[in-house]
């Protein structure tokens, strides 16, 4: 029986972008940000939302040979600047309030607070090209 | 910071239009957002989403437009403009395409909206409560008094 989970995998383009955007634009914290030479300099960076101590984002580089064949990396570095690589779902206790704050520091927003059969919710990208979704229950 | 691929301005195109559908938007406008020239763009944008700006802009123009068509009663020219179309004739004509019927008869084949609508309860327990005279007559009534 699987118990708990702990950190979602989010291809990014840049780590030192998506960590600036995840702190200092979304408001994370920072959990891990470890670099590992012997590993190719593998960077375990990891960020969370800081009222939820459980779960994190694994905010990590496409990587080239030996994990992905260069084909493979390209691919899926395309595949996430399209917006076709996942998303991620939050919840907000102020949809409209986050919505205006994340405008004004320059967040693209692919949907304006729209009010839906489940709540409010919004739509945005990280710079990468990630969906990121928030989500207010009535 | 590393270059961005160039996907990514492609992807900010489509979202300007998924966010902007409503207004009156020209394929220079969307073309900039991905900061290429409007030939180049509309290629490369088939290229790489396998449809024209022009068809995904109309499709999620039609998408929404059907959706007002089922949760609000605003007429089918209100919703036409609504979603950044301009001629009713060939806003007809294209849903039709997509949804093979009219917007009217659209409408139709869904349950009216007002049955749908998710009024807040605060604005019914103020507008559905009847006038008190209603009431008073009645127990009146009740009592055998005039």
Not at chain 1, 37 to 43: A, C, D, K
Not at chain 1, 70 to 90: I, W
Not at chain 1, 115 to 126: E, K, S, T, V
Request: with cysteine; glycine share 6%; hydrophobic share 40%.
């Amino acid at each position: 029986m699987l118990t708990q989970l702990t950190h979602v995998n989010v291809w990014v383009h840049d780590q030192d972008e998506a960590l600036e955007f995840y702190t200092k634009t979304l408001g994370m914290e920072v959990r891990d940000d470890v670099t590992i030479p012997e590993m190719g300099g593998f960077r375990w960076l990891t960020v969370a939302v800081p009222s939820q101590p459980g779960v994190a984002l694994a905010l990590l580089n496409v990587p080239g040979p030996p994990v992905f064949d260069e084909e493979t990396a390209s691919q899926v570095r395309s595949l996430v600047a399209k917006g076709a690589a996942g998303g991620l779902f939050f919840l907000s206790d102020d949809v409209q309030g986050t919505y205006e704050e994340l405008k004004q520091k320059g967040v693209e927003f692919s949907q304006e607070p729209t009010q839906q059969p489940y709540g409010l919710d919004a739509g945005f990208r990280d710079p990468s090209g990630n969906q990121i979704r928030m989500m207010q229950q009535p | 910071m590393k270059p961005l691929a160039p996907e990514r301005h492609l992807l900010r195109a489509k979202d300007l239009m998924d966010a902007r559908y409503a207004e009156p938007l020209d394929v220079a406008t969307i073309a900039r957002a991905a900061r290429l020239s409007p030939a180049h763009f509309s290629r490369e944008f088939r290229r790489e989403f396998g449809e024209t700006p022009h068809q995904y802009l109309l499709t999620r123009r039609l998408e929404r437009a059907a959706e007002l068509l089922r949760n609000t009663d605003r007429s089918v020219a209100e919703v036409c403009l609504m979603v950044g179309l301009r001629s009713v004739g060939s806003f007809t004509t294209s849903f039709g395409r997509v949804y093979g019927m009219t917007p009217t008869a659209y409408r139709a084949a869904h349950p009216p909206a007002a049955l749908r609508a998710r009024v807040p309860t605060c604005v019914l327990l103020a507008h559905a409560r009847p006038p008190s005279q209603q009431v008073s007559r009645r127990q009146a009534a009740a009592r055998g008094l005039p």
